[in-house]
């Protein structure tokens, strides 16, 4: 392609680049950047200590949005995208490039990214390095592989480079990086999952370049790690909570009405049963279906098919310990205690993906308007 066309794409996309106390060449790379014919620029301090390097990149027609104190990478990319917001849509712009602050994003591997940007395919798009290389740190290394495995196996999402900085966003996909929390690095997890499942990702492959082990880096691998996890297993968490909510529920009902209400009953620990039980499944129902899943389909469709999948897991569950404990002759409490468990996690990978499945009902709503 001609220089004519690169500059082109370089100038149908705008620079974000987050900083906190970025090193003495950041400067240097901005000119870098200015030179390739990048001509639009934002950076956001952070609440860095100095602001010396920052008067020279605005000097160099760079534009400077500040933090008064140090607010997070996710709540500086989120500064930039509103800035970006009014003061360049839509004049003819393709998105967003978000760069690191740190030097390890080289301007070829930039100019990479313009070009897929500008492409229009309203994709989220990744700059991948490869960890398998030497120079890469074995914390990162490490990082990264096992966040990888998370995502394949957890989220059905086969990305090569989760952590990656360098990242290009269209402007149909502006308004949702702006919609999700996060102020941190899990911010950038929140992207990979909200926005990257919903409109695709593109992955772009780069150089990986690590400077002096990564030292540059502002991530403290344990908070930071707690978060990231937190956010791709939250929803497991909520349906736990929800699981222990409802058993917690079906026993204090169990109780009150088999040792209050119907005390003196024959059938009491029948009838006390069945209240609980009905009643800790709809809480358990309306818990998983508004709060853990956070679905969109019929409720008469997903009562249907939550209480159907009720009813045969207890079949499952008395069939299974039958069987095992009349085979085996081990200890009936304690083979329920392993079937339960194996059936617990079975039934959250069917809640999340049939019963409460997002998605589906929304674009019907959007065909028909």
Not at 12 to 21: H, T, Y
Not at 81 to 87: A, G, N, P, S, T
Not at 326 to 343: M, Q, S
Request: proline content about 3%; glycine content about 8%.
């Amino acid at each position: 392609m001609a220089e004519w066309g690169y500059n082109r794409l370089r100038e149908k996309a705008v620079i974000l680049i987050p900083a906190l106390n970025p090193p003495d060449t950041f400067a240097d790379y901005i000119k870098e950047l200015i030179q390739a014919g990048f001509q639009d620029i934002i950076v956001v301090d952070d609440g860095s200590a100095s602001s010396r390097c920052f008067e020279e990149i605005q000097n160099m027609g760079g534009t400077i949005l500040k933090h008064k104190r140090n607010e997070g990478k996710g709540q500086a990319l989120k500064t930039g995208f509103f800035y970006y917001k009014e003061k360049y849509l839509p004049d003819g712009y393709a998105g967003v490039i978000t760069v690191d602050s740190d030097g390890q994003h080289l301007v070829k591997d930039v100019e990479k990214i313009a070009a897929a940007l500008t492409d229009g395919t309203g994709k989220l798009i990744l700059g991948s390095r490869d960890f398998s290389l030497p120079q890469v740190p074995p914390k990162s290394r490490f990082g990264n592989n096992l966040t990888v495995k998370i995502f394949k196996y957890f989220l059905r999402m086969d990305i090569r480079d989760t952590q990656t900085g360098l990242r290009g966003i269209p402007n149909c996909l502006i308004d949702e990086c702006l919609g999700f929390p996060g102020k941190r690095f899990e911010y950038e997890t929140e992207m990979l999952m909200a926005v990257g499942k919903k409109a695709g990702i593109c992955e772009v492959p780069v150089e990986t370049v690590y400077l002096e082990a990564n030292k540059e880096t502002h991530f403290n691998p344990v908070v930071d790690s707690l978060k990231i996890y937190y956010v791709i297993f939250r929803t497991f968490f909520r349906y736990v909570f929800s699981s222990l909510s409802a058993s917690l529920l079906d026993l204090s009902l169990f109780a009150l009405f088999s040792k209050l209400v119907f005390g003196k009953w024959k059938y009491k620990i029948w009838i006390a049963t069945a209240i609980a039980r009905s009643v800790s499944a709809c809480y358990n129902f309306g818990m998983n279906r508004s709060v853990v899943f956070r679905s969109n389909r019929p409720l008469l469709l997903s009562a249907v098919g939550y209480f159907s999948l009720c009813i045969v897991q207890g079949l499952a569950s008395a069939v299974l310990v039958s069987t095992v404990t009349e085979r085996l002759r081990a200890d009936e409490v304690l083979v329920k205690l392993i079937v339960d468990t194996l059936l617990f996690f079975v039934s959250y990978q069917i809640q999340r993906k049939l019963i409460f499945k997002r998605g589906e009902w929304d674009r019907g709503k959007q065909e028909k308007a």
